[in-house]
């Protein structure tokens, strides 16, 4: 049996074109996706039955042990933070939400550590953006500023860019620029029309160099800004001006180095620039695959898109102090959930020593870097083969994912409804 | 009224206290002090000793002195229009948010957004401050608008970002993006500093020492005197089509 246009669960891409074969519920093959989906629809190994550590050593345990202990935990603690929440769907993160609510925790995701700066920044200047469809049919002009689509986003530049046929470009091949700027060659640097290789921490002053010669002030530029030699941006400058539609997309090579959301503001405000000249838009490009809906979710239901301290029965929001990885430097929870994510894998290490330290729970499919740091994991269905439910692209475009398998695993949900119940049911017991 | 507040020591020492309610004039309107521990609100009594001597009719006679490991204790003297506040210790985050008079002396460090969108008053700081010394909030378009700062020690990145009025002196370093979005007041940095006055559009700030890696999108305009000493004077950020004034007496480019 063949399904098709079954969206990918793994980058913020969501493509919605894979075909999947399937027979007796297994999944035989997948067409359309690149490497990195295709090792995701075909994984193998995952954890069968919910475990804790009992003495010093991991035990099988029943669902219902494992929900009572992770209740017992989080209602035990007065600074509880739930964390990740960006592999799983908009349906989970609803109950999500309300469980920090219910118990007064903080509760972050992966946001935190990607694009955190990018919305920091669109909370102080706007976001002139528009949907990748916009891009893959008007850009003339694509700059990849700080990302690496090839080995990120691998499908990015076929549907959406480069090789993508748009419905108002003739010949994609020849009628859209591609310029890429980094700090290093990289592969998207090789099919580069235009390479602008910046000293590491320089984005900031470049951007504000090429927003003085956009506004014509070439006068005040230095010779070289950031290793970048003044013609070369001058050069930049006018193709910018030239294009037709310009779409900047931006990785955490930007939002994650020196400057960070100032570095995305001024990439903002050149955009916006650049529109009193011509069209021209700006995007991030968001990593896990529904990392964009949690920050939908949050600001529906808490007027914050991540890093939320509900402990004083209110949303409070500041990043820097109550983000995931300022929390666990000062080592301020007392007790952590994770789910969706894999935290143990590229946190720094003195902050995953406090999640070791602090009882942390985590609900996942599969055993990974972060069950190490844990006294219980539950797992659960894989979200998007196994379970259905809404995810939002990295331009906010909702996406229905699929379920393709059937399975006895519950889905992140339905254990999210357990423990909320649990905790109601200990609350209420005294 | 002197107020004597002394905090105990605590099992786990890491979660934090919100403070709000520590201003002179709550202890002049007698309040029942409450405060945030974690996910639990209790009595200040619960945390800390708390001595009151003596009448006050005005909020000018309330002074509170804070004792013991305050450098979790946050938003103490938020909203504070008079009176005075000593901290013997550190002090948590966002100390003297929002007030608009009295003063507050710290005698340890500052941590993050010491003064947030202050308004009048003043603050003195012994030690270093955080990031966001005299600063904003997210995605705010003002931060500090009036009253002074004097930090002796240095103080972390985005210091005075968005200021837009009052008056700050920081006798040491600044980190990264002091004075980002700059938009009025004065503020003048004894030390060094990186990347000063990024996409500023009015106000004016000094750098004694070196401002380095400037932002290269300011206009030179010459060579000024300057308490006794030459600075040299730019115009910006033009990249904002700014008018604001930096003035530093060495600066470096990264080129
Ligand atoms: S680009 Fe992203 S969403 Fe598309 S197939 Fe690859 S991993 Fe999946």
Known sequence: MEIRDVPCPFCGCLCDDISVRLDDNRILGVENCCTLGNAKFLSKGRLQHPIMRKNGKWVEVSYEEAIDETARILSDAVRPLLYGWSGTVGEAQVVGVHLGEEIGALIDSTTSVCHNPSILAIQEVGHPGCTLGQVKNRADLVIYWGCNPIEAHPRHMSRYTTYADGYFIDNTVTDRKV??????????????????????????????????????????????????????????????????????????????????????????????????????????????????????????????????????????????????????????????????????????????????????????????????????????????????????????VPIRMKKIIETNFPTDQEILERIVTRIREMKRDG | MNVTITFRNRTNPFIPIEAEMITPDAFLQDKEILVGEGNRTVPLEALADLVIEGDGFSIEEVDILIRGDSSRVKRVGEYMNGGTITIEGDIGMHCGNFMSGGRIEILGSAEGWLGREMQG??????????????????????????????????VGDFACEHISGGEVLIHGNTGDYACAEMKGGTVTILGDSSRVCANMSAGTCYVYGSAEEMIPTFEK?????????????????????GRGHLYVARYTYLQ
């Open chain 2, 221 to 241: 305009k010459g060579i000024v005197d300057h308490d006794g000493l030459l600075f040299h004077h730019f115009m910006g950020d033009v990249a904002n089509r």
């Open chain 2, 121 to 154: 008053g003043e603050i003195l700081c012994h030690g270093d401050a955080g990031d966001y010394c005299a600063s904003g909030y997210r995605g705010g378009r003002r931060g500090m608008r009036g009253g002074s700062v004097e930090v002796i020690g240095s």
């Open chain 1, 179 to 396: 310029i890429v700027v980094d700090i290093r060659r990289s592969e998207g640097a090789k099919v580069a029309d235009e390479f602008i290789q910046i000293k590491p921490g320089g984005d900031y002053l470049v951007l504000s160099a090429l927003r003085a010669m956009v506004r014509g002030r070439d006068d005040v530029v230095p010779d070289s800004v950031a290793g970048v030699k003044k013609e070369q941006l001058q050069r930049v400058a006018s193709l910018m001006q030239k294009a037709k539609f310009g779409a900047v997309f931006f990785g955490l090579g930007i939002t994650m180095s020196r400057g960070k959301y100032k570095n995305v503001r001024n990439a903002i405000e050149l955009v916006s620039e650049l529109n009193r000249k011509t069209k021209f838009t700006i995007s991030a490009m968001r990593g896990h695959f529904n990392v964009y809906g949690f920050n939908e979710v949050l600001t529906w239901m808490a007027g914050y898109p991540f890093a939320v301290d509900f402990s004083r029965g209110i949303a409070f929001y500041n990043p820097g102090e109550t983000t995931v990885i300022d929390l666990l430097e000062r080592k301020e929870p007392d007790a952590c959930l994770v789910i969706a994510s894999d935290p143990g894998a590229h946190f720094p290490k003195s902050t995953i020593e406090h999640m070791a330290a602090i009882p942390t729970v985590q609900i996942d499919p599969c055993v990974n870097a972060t069950t190490a740091l844990c006294q219980v994991q539950i797992p659960v269905a894989i979200t998007g083969i196994e379970a259905a439910g809404t995810a939002y692209r990295m331009d906010g």
